[in-house]
């Protein structure tokens, strides 16, 4: 009996210890943002040469929130690295915080449906350490929408044909006149509706009327002539010239939706363009 007593006690102290030395762990820390503090969207027009948005802050509190970094991740969009911030957002309507966005997650029969998207950031409040948090972005978001659509719409045309800006230019007549050059990926007939001009330079097709062309199935490559002339003559255009060579051309594959690719000047032909247009604008350098 002595003997049962004494091993019941002994199982007692064993417990009791081993409570003691090990203490209950503190939970993991919220990913749920700091109170007030909120993110939307938005895009400038700089940011769309550079594949960059902003994530608007909004903190309604008086709580000084630090952002270390932060990241968009939505399966609509690769996902990047996180871009430093290392910033400290006050009281605000809107801080923007700039960062690069990944390539479109496309699909090579349709556009895809958007998917939903969140902003993950490292924070701190006050003292605590820093956390990672995840801030909800409302879905649909039209600014995300638009970036898929119009990346994916793209995608479908290129997956067909090459739309490139030809490798000779003259300036003749009072424009610079050059090609497009069309360059077949897939068997199908495309159809180059028109070529829009930018913020900087009108095009003017070499034959008039729709479509600018049209690709047989059978042709390989084809040459499609174009003129360019000044949009804008005032010294600021050319000083903010952001959006100058984003050249919008809408194409069709066989007869299908008519799709929106952005056309690039290669960068040795944006310097010839702008000293054309300087001098057709009497700025001459």
Same mark, same amino acid.
């Given at each position: 009996?002595?003997?049962?007593?004494?091993?019941?006690?002994?199982?007692?102290?064993?417990?009791?210890?081993?409570?003691?030395?090990?203490?209950?762990?503190?939970?993991?820390?919220?990913?749920?943002?700091?109170?007030?503090?909120?993110?939307?969207?938005?895009?400038?027009?700089?940011?769309?040469?550079?594949?960059?948005?902003?994530?608007?802050?909004?903190?309604?509190?008086?709580?000084?929130?630090?952002?270390?970094?932060?990241?968009?991740?939505?399966?609509?969009?690769?996902?990047?690295?996180?871009?430093?911030?290392?910033?400290?957002?006050?009281?605000?309507?809107?801080?923007?915080?700039?960062?690069?966005?990944?390539?479109?997650?496309?699909?090579?029969?349709?556009?895809?449906?958007?998917?939903?998207?969140?902003?993950?950031?490292?924070?701190?409040? =006050?003292?605590?350490?820093?956390? %990672? $948090? /995840?801030? #909800?972005?409302?879905?649909?978001?039209? &600014?995300?929408?638009?970036? +898929? !659509?119009?990346?994916?719409?793209?995608?479908?045309?290129?997956?067909?044909?090459?739309?490139?800006?030809?490798?000779?230019?003259?300036?003749?007549?009072?424009?610079?006149?050059?090609?497009?050059?069309?360059?077949?990926?897939?068997?199908?007939?495309?159809?180059?509706?028109?070529?829009?001009?930018?913020?900087?330079?009108?095009?003017?097709?070499?034959?008039?009327?729709?479509?600018?062309?049209?690709?047989?199935?059978?042709?390989?490559?084809?040459?499609?002539?174009?003129?360019?002339?000044?949009?804008?003559?005032?010294?600021?255009?050319?000083?903010?010239?952001?959006?100058?060579?984003?050249?919008?051309?809408?194409?069709?594959?066989?007869? =299908?939706?008519?799709?929106?690719? %952005? $056309? /690039?000047? #290669?960068?040795?032909?944006?310097?010839? &363009?702008?000293?054309?247009? +300087? !001098?057709?604008?009497?700025?001459?350098?």
């Amino acid at each position: 009996m002595c003997l049962v007593k004494r091993f019941t006690v002994a199982l007692v102290m064993v417990a009791l210890l081993t409570g003691c030395g090990s203490p209950e762990q503190p939970s993991a820390p919220s990913d749920h943002p700091p109170p007030g503090v909120s993110v939307s969207l938005a895009q400038w027009r700089s940011d769309e040469p550079a594949h960059a948005l902003e994530v608007a802050v909004r903190n309604t509190s008086d709580t000084p929130v630090y952002f270390a970094d932060l990241q968009l991740v939505t399966a609509s969009f690769k996902t990047l690295p996180p871009q430093k911030a290392d910033s400290v957002i006050k009281r605000t309507e809107r801080t923007d915080l700039r960062i690069p966005f990944g390539p479109a997650v496309c699909t090579p029969q349709r556009l895809p449906d958007l998917r939903p998207a969140t902003v993950v950031a490292r924070v701190r409040t =006050g003292s605590e350490p820093l956390r %990672t $948090v /995840v801030f #909800p972005v409302a879905h649909p978001d039209p &600014l995300l929408a638009k970036l +898929l !659509r119009d990346e994916c719409s793209e995608f479908l045309v290129r997956q067909a044909v090459d739309i490139a800006f030809g490798q000779d230019w003259t300036e003749s007549g009072g424009a610079m006149r050059g090609s497009l050059v069309l360059t077949r990926r897939a068997p199908g007939t495309v159809t180059l509706e028109e070529m829009g001009g930018t913020t900087h330079y009108m095009v003017e097709p070499e034959h008039a009327g729709r479509p600018l062309a049209v690709m047989d199935a059978s042709v390989p490559t084809m040459r499609v002539p174009i003129a360019l002339t000044p949009a804008r003559c005032d010294a600021h255009a050319f000083a903010e010239a952001k959006k100058a060579f984003l050249f919008p051309v809408r194409a069709a594959i066989d007869g =299908g939706q008519v799709r929106v690719v %952005t $056309v /690039v000047p #290669p960068e040795p032909l944006q310097g010839r &363009l702008i000293q054309y247009a +300087l !001098r057709a604008c009497g700025l001459g350098r």
